[in-house]
């Protein structure tokens, strides 16, 4: 069997990976392997060769989707917290992936993920330090997903209460 591909997308700050890190150490305390494909661990190493540009967060979208596909076979789930910035994209990820394919917006507003900003990206963007930043830049918006399978409000919900979301998701879809 080839693992569930989670597709964790949302702004910056939004709680997409600390959400998927969470629902990780879950799906393994019930059995299951699970790997973690961080948007920022993947770029800041395999793909450092990408800026920013609408081209290349395309192509490290389309470089991690290649990279869920060379190991759909050696786990149970793999989890992307990635911005994935663009429904192009993500829709590209859905058609390669097929039924594996299962997107996750994690939905925060830019003032919420502005105040979490733990990074301090969103400082730096809205000084003009930072060029093409998602959300804030005219060029690179963050287009909401459509029709994805979950919705999370993190404004709202705790992490541990968008981690039983996902797990419900998972368990009436008969995936756990």
Same mark, same amino acid.
């Given at each position: ?6 597709? /964790? ?6 709680? %997409? ?7 990780? #150490? ?6 299951y392997?699970?790997?973690?494909f ?9 793909? #450092?060769? @990408?800026?920013f540009?609408?081209?290349? $967060? ?8 290649? @990279?869920?596909?060379k ?5 149970? /789930? !793999?989890?992307?917290?990635? !911005?994935?910035? /663009?429904? #192009? ?5 859905? %058609?390669?992936?097929?039924g594996? /394919? !299962?997107? $996750? ?6 003032e ?11 400082? #730096?963007?809205?000084r003009?330090? $930072?060029?093409?930043? !998602?959300g ?22 705790? $992490? ?10 998972m368990?009436?879809? %008969?995936?756990?």
């Amino acid at each position: 069997m080839s693992a569930m591909v989670l597709w /964790f997308s949302g702004l910056s700050g939004s709680g %997409k990976t600390t959400i998927a890190n969470e629902l990780k #150490k879950k799906i393994e305390n019930r059995g299951y392997t699970a790997r973690v494909f961080d948007g920022d661990d993947i770029r800041n190493s395999e793909h #450092k060769h @990408l800026g920013f540009t609408r081209e290349d $967060i395309e192509e490290n979208n389309r470089l991690i989707v290649q @990279l869920c596909l060379k190991n759909i076979d050696n786990y149970d /789930f !793999i989890l992307v917290p990635i !911005i994935s910035p /663009f429904l #192009k994209s993500r829709e590209m990820a859905r %058609k390669i992936l097929g039924g594996s /394919f !299962i997107e $996750i917006y994690t939905g925060a507003s830019l003032e919420e993920c502005i105040r979490r900003d733990v990074k301090g990206l969103y400082k #730096k963007a809205l000084r003009g330090e $930072i060029e093409n930043f !998602i959300g804030i830049s005219e060029d690179i918006p963050y287009e909401v997903p459509r029709t994805p399978e979950i919705i999370l409000d993190t404004q709202k919900e705790t $992490i541990a209460e968008s981690v039983v979301r996902i797990l419900s998701y998972m368990k009436m879809r %008969k995936i756990i």
